[in-house]
């Protein structure tokens, strides 16, 4: 049993049941798998087919929700890369890097508090090995209105 | 003959000329090569020395606009590979990421709209070698008032 | 010795002396290594403690302090890869890609002036190893109200 070796078990844990990752639409796809490496394409903070947050962080939404949202988004990258290793999350070596677009008013400036709610998320679940890069940035827009998107890269075996 | 063995041909067969990749400027290059991939730097909608589209969607640039905007900016990242692979992109195994930039109004929802432009671009050139991740957000300034950035990452052989 | 092998002397020779990378923050970190590259979180342009501009260009920032703000975070994403080769910059092979992100008015087009201040120290210290793939893009927030954020990606030996 690795350090790893329990993250399925962990997920049980912590309540979280994944949702089915969503299907690819058309020539873009959820994940792309090369040299050894998962690619999750950019997430939207989609719970039972309702985005959780929409609009801009402080005036829309506060950042408690946009964090709840980026740790929705998190939930959904997780989802995909399960689907990528046969549903064996211990198969995931490590976090790499995550790429965190949170929609907000020009000059906010807690991005980092909002992108918590996915890399704390990560944390929890992979321990070690969900200790990840990232790059955390507001935008003025973000696909179907959602508050934040997170794009993900994980190494497998 | 393998399933990705023609793509040169098809690129022909889609009327598709693809433009002489931009030179280096400085210590900025169009592409690098790191373990088996090519980065592309980010590409705007030139086509024959001009710019496509300019200012943001749906204000100044319609959807429409944009979305063949965004197919230009994949149409130049594809010379930037194809100058990579000394022109042959059967050599390209993988298109493995699409970071798509849509410059727009604080709101806007509809980037994985304008994104497609790109990535339906690549899948009919590329098939099943063409079906990438993606992230696509909304800012509010490009480089040179572009309308729409791609960055590519593909792996080739 | 190779064409790479006197990168620390060149930092000496720059009188640029590279500040203590910054402390893991909990469950993300300021660089994750994965199949011999190096991933560096998104750095800010903190300089002793202080950030060297805060703020959208042109209106509250000019161009030319944008441009030293990007200087200094690849200073301090330098800093970070220097942690992760204990100190050798020489077994940096190629810096890979560069992600600028400048805190700008809606329509500001001179994103690629702003991000040379990034590009140019890489090339003045690495040379042929720090010529590297970039996506330039306007944001309309960045942490802490940073002007501008970098994140870097390179290969190590």
């Keep these: 049993m690795t350090s790893n070796a329990s ?7 912590m309540g979280l049941v994944l949702p089915t990752p969503p299907e ?29 947050a929409t609009g801009p962080v402080p005036t829309k939404v506060t950042i408690e929700q946009a964090q709840a949202a980026a740790r929705q988004c998190a939930i959904n990258a997780i989802a995909v890369l399960a689907g990528c290793v046969d549903g064996d ?30 890399s704390e998320l990560i944390g929890d679940l992979f321990g070690a090995s969900g ?5 955390a940035v507001g935008v003025n827009a973000l696909p179907l209105n ?3 998107e997170v794009e ?3 190494r497998f075996a």
Excluded: W
Aim: hydrophobic share 50%.
């Design 89 to 118: 999350l211990d198969r995931i070596q490590q976090i790499v890097r995550l790429g965190v677009f949170v929609q907000c008013e020009a000059g906010f400036a807690d991005q980092p508090i909002v992108a918590n709610g996915a």
């Design 131 to 135: 200790r990840h890069a990232r790059a």
């Design 7 to 13: 993250i399925n078990q962990r997920l049980t844990d």
């Design 152 to 154: 993900l890269m994980a």
């Design 24 to 52: 690819p639409v058309a020539c873009y796809v959820p994940a792309v798998i090369s040299a050894g490496h998962i690619h999750v394409s950019g997430q939207i903070p989609l719970k039972d087919g309702q985005l959780m």
């Design 146 to 148: 959602a508050t934040v």
